[in-house]
Nanobody, 125 residues
């Protein structure tokens, strides 16, 4: 059974950092592109970052709103992906989801087949 489970969310002050983790069970991770999305109350789900499969070169991309602050990474041996979030802002408050799709980073959320349940990140003083 393919399963994704996020962890690491919480409450942090503006300017602080968090690292989200996503453990993927049942996957051969080398073959999957891995993405992070977020959804704030009343807003649509937004792509945050994606890292391609090892077979596709493993390149990463980021939303403009998080470039230079967030870093996506993967550890295929541990079947885990990460999102290091630094210099957090109140507008980063959202439920964060991890997702997986074979091979290369899809164009949008609706092209991912596999999703986690989400973890809440709240940035507030």
């Amino acid at each position: 059974q393919l399963q994704l489970v996020e962890s690491g969310g919480g409450l942090v002050q503006p300017g602080g950092s968090l690292r989200l983790s996503c453990v993927l069970s049942g996957f051969i991770l080398d073959y999957y592109a891995l993405g992070w999305f977020r959804q704030a109350p009343g807003k649509e789900r937004e792509g945050v970052s994606c890292i391609g499969s090892s077979n596709s070169g493993g390149g990463a991309n980021y939303a403009d709103s998080v470039k230079g602050r967030f870093t996506i990474s993967r550890d295929n041996a541990k079947n885990t992906m990460y999102l290091q979030m630094n210099s957090l802002k109140p507008e980063d408050t959202a439920v964060y989801y991890c997702a997986a799709e074979p091979f290369s980073c899809p164009g949008g959320a609706d092209e991912y087949d596999y999703w986690g349940q989400g973890t809440q990140v709240t940035v507030s003083s």
